[in-house]
């Protein structure tokens, strides 16, 4: 059983910066993927940014030049930095572990005011 838990959400202004983490119960090495998702009320949950095992990201186009996602795999643990973040950037955000199974953490919420 894997387990994923996030943190680091909250309420901030446009314009300013959240990191988020998500801690995973085994070595970021056994699985495929790790990445980020998101759902905004009303709206589809959608990739925001994903890290391969190789290291190669992805990015939702939204978020480009703004999102970074990085890991310490030491720690377990997978980050998402958000710069100049956007009232639009509001939804909770999902921790995603990719093997031939998803897993997901329970979300931390993201609230960006104008």
């Known amino acids: 059983q894997v387990q994923l838990v996030e943190s680091g959400g909250g309420l901030v202004q446009a314009g300013e910066s959240l990191r988020l983490s998500c801690a995973a119960s085994?070595?970021?090495?056994?699985?495929?993927?790790m990445g980020w998702f998101r759902q905004a009320p009303g709206k589809q949950r959608e990739l925001v940014a994903q890290?391969?095992?190789?290291?190669?990201?992805n990015y939702a186009d939204s978020v480009k030049g703004r999102f970074t996602i990085s890991r310490d795999n030491a720690k377990k643990t997978v980050y998402l930095q958000m710069n100049s973040l956007k009232p639009e950037d509001t939804a909770v955000y999902y921790c995603?572990?990719?093997?031939?199974?998803?897993?997901w953490g329970q979300g931390t919420q993201v609230t960006v005011s104008s």
């Open positions: 995603n572990a990719k093997t031939i199974v998803n897993y």
């Open positions: 890290m391969t095992s190789g290291g190669s990201t």
């Open positions: 085994r070595s970021l090495f056994s699985f495929n993927a």
